[in-house]
């Protein structure tokens, strides 16, 4: 038991784990605690008062506001359930040791949105980094920058402090990009529980949020490339048992399982209606010269989007299936009406952030050995460019209106004005990371000297 723990906490894993969980917690801030209360009053209503209903609690600061609408007398969020369920799992320990939203709003809120959203993020980068090792064979330094460049230098940051659904959401397919990847890379010993794995997860990421639906069609579809039927069966079984919770929901609020809250709730903003006007306005707001440009919240990251296409022939599988998500999803952004409301940057390319390393470490590997330090310093330049400006949406706030206008500029000056009082969890994160730090060195060092 001894030797397995020095290896895990002497792991790369562990290290990128460690880093970036205690990063979210510590950018964890009370602007977006305030601002985003709609993702506390699920957990509270779930665990407090057992229902998915919102409204019910007296504490000032989980009165709705917004994004929710009334049903047959009942106020309900219109969101993805998932979301909420993810943030009651840890409130409900948190309660039963007296860390309640009446005692103390903003330090119950941060924990929850840590033991959540920030884990799961967390965990996804992790074996984001592990993924491009172990799996796709890119080098140490190439993994690690790329690992960075969607997880440090990019609006993940910004919104990884938040109980949000897009976050989770785009760390669960992740995760079930991982299990497919996993299950892969085993060669012809397939097994049937990764495959069963990654489709529960694809089911999961509907579960809790709509908006990449289309990207959870085409990882979900891309088993047709193993051409076993087990496999997809497998696949397929997983799937309906992790977007069981859904339809339930669905069915039990809304009356039929077929009707999601959006629709429920007349929230046709991001019903799909495309036409040239929108395409090209909406072209230029995320990949353009418009506010909410990827290019200006996270520069490193969009290059992967071009480096996608410049994946070895040994990746091709992965390139034909990283495209064609990443395509279909901005597809669907452009036919739609809303851009995200307030946000900090292209809020909902969140879920498809994290799909863009292997581009960013394809580009760095790109003709190796023709420019290769121009290229890391550059990407250096890049990182510290992008976490800047994530930054400053994390600790400052991400509920952001004028989408037309680069935040940078009018946030920016609060840094200048930060505190550990806007950061509930920042001192408990310093000294964790001292602590994940020491742990680490003692069990790389231990594990040295047992093999000397």
Same mark, same amino acid.
Request: glycine fraction near 10%.
């Given at each position: ?55 019910? =609690? +007296? ?18 969020? +219109? ?66 920058? +790329? ?74 579809? =891309? ?118 409301? =307030? ?79 806007? +950061? ?29």
């Amino acid at each position: 038991m001894m030797t397995r723990l020095r290896a895990l906490f002497g792991s790369r894993a562990f290290a990128v784990f460690a880093f970036f969980w205690t990063l979210f917690g510590a950018t964890t801030c009370a602007h977006n605690l305030r601002g985003y209360n709609l993702q506390q009053m699920g957990p509270d209503a779930l665990v407090r008062h057992h229902t998915f209903t919102v409204g019910h =609690s +007296a504490v000032p600061e989980l009165r709705p506001s917004g994004d929710v609408f009334i049903l047959n007398g009942q106020k309900l969020a +219109a969101k993805q359930p998932g979301q909420f369920v993810w943030g009651a799992i840890p409130y409900w320990f948190l309660s039963r040791v007296g860390v309640r939203y009446e005692r103390d709003y903003y330090l119950t809120s941060a924990l929850v949105t840590w033991l959540s959203a920030g884990l799961l993020a967390a965990l996804a980068l992790a074996l984001l980094d592990r993924m491009l090792r172990r799996f796709w064979g890119f080098s140490d330094v190439s993994s690690l920058v +790329a690992t960075l460049a969607v997880g440090a230098a990019s609006t993940v940051l910004a919104y990884a402090g938040i109980a949000h659904h897009d976050v989770l959401a785009g760390a669960l397919l992740l995760l079930a990009l991982y299990t497919q990847e996993a299950d892969w890379a085993r060669g012809g010993e397939r097994s049937p529980w990764l495959r069963a794995a990654t489709g529960a997860l694809l089911g999961l990421v509907v579960f809790t949020s709509m908006l990449p639906a289309l990207m959870v069609a085409v990882i979900g579809l =891309s088993v047709l490339w193993s051409r076993s039927w087990k496999a997809m069966l497998s696949e397929a079984g997983g799937f309906l048992l992790g977007i069981a919770p859904l339809l339930v929901f669905n069915a039990w609020y809304f009356g039929s399982p077929w009707v999601p809250a959006n629709v429920a709730g007349h929230y046709s903003d991001t019903f799909a209606s495309p036409s040239w006007e929108r395409l090209r306005h909406h072209l230029n707001m995320y990949l353009g010269n418009g506010g909410i440009s990827l290019w200006k919240f996270a520069p490193a990251a969009a290059l992967g989007a071009v480096g996608i296409f410049l994946l070895p022939k040994r990746l091709r599988r992965l390139r034909w299936t990283l495209g064609i998500a990443l395509l279909a999803h901005v597809g669907y952004l452009l036919s739609i009406e809303t851009l995200g409301t =307030s946000s900090y940057g292209p809020r909902y390319l969140l879920p498809a952030i994290l799909l863009l390393a292997p581009g960013v470490a394809a580009l760095l590997e790109w003709r190796a050995g023709q420019g290769a330090s121009g290229r890391l310093l550059l990407a250096g330049g890049l990182l510290g460019y992008g976490f800047l400006v994530n930054l400053v949406g994390a600790v400052a706030g991400s509920m952001y209106s004028d989408l037309d206008v680069f935040p940078l500029w009018q946030l920016g000056p609060r840094l200048g004005q930060w505190s550990s009082n806007e +950061a509930p969890l920042a001192w408990a994160m310093a000294v964790l990371a001292v602590c994940a730090l020491a742990l680490h060195v003692w069990a790389r060092r231990t594990a040295v000297e047992e093999q000397a």
